[in-house]
């Protein structure tokens, strides 16, 4: 059985520009969560995606966008980058929602934007 | 708004002694607690996760942790550190609005003295 991947694991931008970072789901699973940790915090919920749908979204600007595609992988795509979107970006699958399901963490994706 | 507030950014212990990382939720029950473990430069991996069918709730690798009520607290514990609990771990609440979304404390890093 394969976990939660992401790609890639590290990235470098500059302020202004776009990312997108890609999460494949581990198998069965219909549900990804994206989070994003600042060094030293604990993560913070951006968005969930349930079957393609959002579905259940975090304080984060509306540059924060993503996606869900039929085999339930998904991408987090983030417009304008400013300094302070340098993170540890995580996804976490899981068969349902997440707090009633276990989530399955990625090893994450390190954005820094200089 | 539910939060959680871990106390004590950083925890050391000698190898063999009890770990007592402290975890504090809001007011409000939350449907559910969770404790998560996160060893470095990998994602988070659940320890264990209260859903009020038990106080005392039962974790994997000999780690457990106790829902207090009248305390709003869910304490994380271990009879006998090993080397290999040394991590970053975090205390993290479901909304009860959203099942889908789960807030994290600012974590708590274990560090065990040889």
């Known amino acids: 059985e394969t976990g939660v991947t992401q790609s890639p694991t590290h990235l470098i931008k500059t302020r202004g520009q776009q990312v997108t970072l890609r999460c494949s789901s581990q198998?069965?699973?219909?549900?990804v969560s994206w989070y994003q940790q600042a060094l030293g915090q604990g993560p913070q919920f951006i968005f969930q995606?349930?079957?393609?749908?959002?579905?259940g979204r975090g304080n984060f600007p509306p540059r924060f966008s993503g996606l869900q595609f039929p085999n339930y992988s998904s991408e987090l795509n983030v417009n304008a980058l400013e300094l302070d979107d340098s993170a540890l970006y995580l996804c976490?699958?899981?068969?349902?929602?997440?707090?009633?399901?276990?989530?399955?963490f990625g090893p994450g994706t390190r954005l820094t934007v200089t | 708004a539910q939060s959680v507030t871990q106390l004590g950014s950083h925890v050391s212990v000698s190898e063999g002694a009890l770990v007592l990382l402290r975890c504090n939720y809001s007011?409000?029950?939350?449907?559910?607690l969770f404790w998560y473990v996160q060893y470095p430069n990998q994602g988070l991996q659940l320890l264990l996760k209260?859903?009020?069918?038990?106080?005392l709730v039962k974790g994997i690798n000999g780690f457990e942790a106790e829902f207090k009520k009248s305390e709003t607290s869910f304490h994380l514990t271990k009879p006998s550190a090993h080397m290999s609990d040394a991590a970053e771990y975090f205390c993290?609440?479901?909304?009860?609005?959203?099942?889908?979304?789960?807030?994290f404390g600012s974590g708590t890093r274990l560090s065990i003295r040889p």
């Open positions: 209260y859903t009020s069918a038990a106080t």
């Open positions: 995606y349930y079957r393609e749908e959002e579905n």
């Open positions: 993290a609440v479901s909304v009860e609005s959203s099942a889908s979304k789960i807030i």
């Open positions: 007011s409000s029950v939350p449907p559910y």
């Open positions: 198998s069965g699973h219909n549900t």
């Open positions: 976490a699958s899981s068969l349902g929602l997440a707090g009633e399901y276990e989530q399955y």
